[in-house]
């Protein structure tokens, strides 16, 4: 039984999506990784 509601492209296209924001939120990580490293913790 298929419950596949959406075309194969769009749930394609979403998967990338998906993918490229979860690429993009490991960089964030690091990058407020690196930040808390070096001692920008975010305060005046």
Known sequence: MNTNRLSKSLC?????????????????LSYASWADSQGYDGHC
């Open 12 to 28: 394609e296209a979403l998967n990338d999506q998906m993918t490229k924001e979860a690429h993009a939120s490991q960089i964030y």
